[in-house]
């Protein structure tokens, strides 16, 4: 069988949240220099490219998706020559870059919005989106993803603006050409200097309904996924089309029944997308459990949707918007935490697509304990809780709910070590450290051989080998079990399965005819000593890997 090979399809990703992942300089947050020190840690794991999340300079009101200059480097995470560095040594050991391309919206201290708000006649100020109040207030009902009205007011010209989400992330006008052929020169500029692609955030907002509409199902349909989106999107693909680059669109609202469109191999618009059918973005509810069956459908309906070279998928539990994947979908209680944060590893490190890991989750880091909503950094999640408090809900309540679904749970530093500050920094970082980081952290797991991190590393050098995992079908077996996660991988003769038990409590199952145990090595599991039955019983979080002989 020949195989189109491509570099995106076979490399494994790690997302890095810089202010968090490694602190050189010691100011408390992590920085270029940093990630620098880590690329061989990251090698040996083995990553083949990084996605660093935005860099650029920022007020780091949405901590650095409110840009104010694309072509600069933040200074507290370094400068210019330091990022050029780093992407020299990472292409050095084989490590390719993605950055973030924040183009949905940019910080209201970009000198465009300074000028756009300066007066109604000014040169910019249809780079945004502005209209009239009415007697209500402003334009419309359309609320922000961060909360409240999606539309603040602007005294300077009595004229209100557009912005999805915080205030001070106004809405660039994707329907005036000169945004576009500015922005589309800055992704220029930035793959010249050789960087290897982007996420793209926010994409399926870029364009927005017609003022007058009113949102009746959901409460962000007016800007998501609008349709007339394939304009602008047809554009932005005209530039990356030039280069040999990955690009993964951050699609909230793109179902799986479009994704083809989106990303099929010779029209879509990225190579893959980032869905959230799997797990909700911008989730306000304490879940307790995980629903084995929808996820695996959900999972699975992707999967399908994209197979047979329709496209491509991008595979994530975790990134830097989502609470913890141990915390929400396995468990933290030590007799389950190692294995379910192994178990979880096998639900998407091998399905078709590309993996993105997201620092902290090789080792498999927990939800944070915050003692109080001042732990909080995200603007969100405090707008959120002071929702909250407002319609009554008692400051513990508010507090609980909190603790499960805010976002900094992700963003709290990576624990290299056991240390005072987990070996990110010698000084009190920017934001609480894990009080785990005695039980959770790199070093001490380096050296475990049964620790989530090599665990992480066996699974990823075993697809990193093996192309049937990579380029491979996909079949769920057992749709209905509520707690088995058994699916095949298949290319020509070399197949595989996976079982992973995604439950506390023991599971039993028989398994599918086509698995019979004298045909079956087990090659990969994370617990001692399996021996595979027809029918058997698999112990919590159990999961293993077996190939075909
Ligand atoms: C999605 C990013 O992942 C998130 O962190 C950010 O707050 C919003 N987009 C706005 O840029």
Known sequence: MTI???????????????ASFMDTNNDGIGDLNGIRSK?????????????????????????????????????????????????????????????????????????WFIESRSSLKDDYRDYYIWADGTINGPPNDWVSIFGGSAWEYDETTNQYYLHVFAKEQPDLNWENPRVKRELFSMVDWWLDKGIDGFRVDAISHIKKAPLETSSTNDPFESFKNVPGIETHLEELREIFKKRDILTVG??????????????????????????????????????EILDVIHFKKMLTKWQNALADGRGWNALYMENHDIPRSVSSFGSEETVFWQASAKALALTFLLLQGTPFIYQGQEIGMTNMPFASIDDIDAVDTKNFYYEMIHSGVAP????????????????????????????????KPWMVINPNKQKINVLDELSEPDSVLNFYKQVIHLRNRNDALIYGSYKLYLADHPQLFVYGRRLGEERFVIIINLSKDFASADLPENVQIEEWDLELSNLNDQVIHQHTIFAPYEARVYKHK
């Open 4 to 18: 189109k090979r491509t570099w995106w399809k076979e490399a494994v990703g790690y997302q890095i949240y810089p």
């Open 39 to 111: 690329l061989d840690y990251l090698k040996d794991l083995g990553i083949g490219f990084i996605w660093i999340t935005p860099i650029y300079e920022s007020p780091n009101v949405d901590n650095g998706y409110d840009i104010s200059d694309y072509q600069q480097i933040l200074k507290t995470f370094g400068t210019m020559e330091e990022f050029d560095l780093l992407l020299e040594e990472a292409h050095n050991l084989g490590i390719r870059v993605i950055m973030d391309l924040v183009i949905n919206h940019t910080s209201n201290q970009h000198p």
């Open 250 to 287: 951050e699609a909230n609202g793109v179902s799986a029944d479009q994704a083809h469109q989106w990303v099929g191999e010779t029209t879509g618009y990225f190579n893959m997308l980032f869905e959230f059918d799997h797990i909700s973005l911008w989730n306000k509810e304490e879940h």
């Open 396 to 427: 513990t309540k508010a507090m609980n709910v909190i603790r499960r679904t805010a976002r900094d749970n992700a963003r709290t530093p990576m624990q290299w070590t056991a240390e005072e500050y987990a070996g990110f920094s010698k000084r």
